[in-house]
């Protein structure tokens, strides 16, 4: 076991592993509630740059990573891992910017989703399809406070999102423990660095600024990624996945009461659609090796620091 996959600490492991991954799964969602709040102030991807910014410093100061000796494909490995992770960052907050956190983190789901259902490579899994293109079809019908940019960007970040599912596989396998993901993180924040700056100028300097992008990368990674990881340690992994398929309706949760986003009747069906396709995808999906078990809709343990 490395210095990275120790145990957590006795308060966490006290805590039943379904509270945790719940918990996980509130604090991502009150963060990007959080975080749309904030767009009247700091643009979305000024607002992405901060909250990468404090996952990367936690990372780094945890990970620790060895960065000598490494060959070139795994820099190759990384640098794509890191070009998925910014690049579905930055799409979802622009969606969310535009349309309502909740059909936002719907659409999104589409990406882990044809993740699990290619990799089951059963034919029977292609009713969790069928139901999760009902849900988009009914977003058809009524299309109440949705954009067609802001469509777009969450498809986007949806595509990230898979791209950043096969690149921790493949990261996992060369960089050990957390590593690959702090060396990511930091290509991430590089990548985001220049367009948040010149969109969002001195305003990143402003100390309350400041703080609440902090408090953004806590919700949005810091919480998330220690409770996840404390519960996984106890948790079947496709108990894990199913439970995080909650995170479309714990999105419009979170913004029906921070930020008064109320969808219709014909948009929380859509998102049930969706939900429940994720979840019956992730709980049929066929348990791979351990040398291959990254190809998961929730790859361990990189799936926290998503976003």
């Not at 210095?3 to 996980?24: F, M, N, Y």
């Not at 643009?43 to 990970?63: D, G, I, K, N, S």
């Amino acid at each position: 076991m490395t210095r990275t996959e120790q145990p957590a600490d006795g308060l966490l492991e006290r805590v039943p592993a379904t509270w945790l991954v719940l918990t996980g799964v509130v604090s991502v969602q009150v963060g990007a509630a959080l975080a749309k709040d904030l767009f009247s102030q700091v643009p979305p991807t000024a607002m992405v740059l901060l909250r990468l910014a404090t996952a990367t410093a936690v990372l780094l100061a945890v990970a620790r990573p060895r960065l000598r000796g490494r060959t070139r494909r795994d820099w190759l490995v990384v640098l794509a891992f890191g070009l998925a992770l910014a690049g579905m960052n930055v799409a979802i907050y622009q969606s969310f910017a535009r349309i309502p956190l909740g059909m936002a983190v719907t659409i999104e789901f589409l990406g882990p989703l044809a993740v699990a259902v290619v990799a089951s490579r059963r034919l029977r899994d292609v009713v969790w399809v069928v139901l999760a293109g009902a849900g988009v079809a009914l977003l058809g019908f009524d299309p109440t406070g949705l954009s067609v940019s802001g469509v777009l960007y969450a498809l986007a970040a949806a595509a990230c999102w898979a791209a950043y599912i096969l690149c921790s596989a493949r990261t996992g396998r060369r960089w050990s423990g957390l590593s690959g993901l702090a060396v990511a993180s930091v290509v991430g924040l590089l990548l985001v660095g220049g367009p948040a700056v010149a969109a969002a100028g001195s305003t990143l300097l402003r100390p309350e600024v400041l703080l609440l992008g902090v408090a953004v990368g806590v919700l949005s990674s810091v919480i998330p990624y220690s409770a996840e990881l404390s519960a996984l340690r106890r948790m079947p992994p496709r108990v894990f996945g199913v439970l995080m398929s909650l995170e479309p309706a714990a999105a419009a949760l979170a913004a029906l009461l921070l930020l008064g986003e109320a969808l219709t009747a014909l948009q929380w069906l859509a998102l049930a659609c969706v939900v429940l396709a994720s979840a019956g995808a992730t709980r049929s999906a066929t348990p791979r090796p351990a040398s291959v078990r990254g190809v998961s809709t929730r790859p361990r343990p990189y799936r926290g620091w998503r976003r």
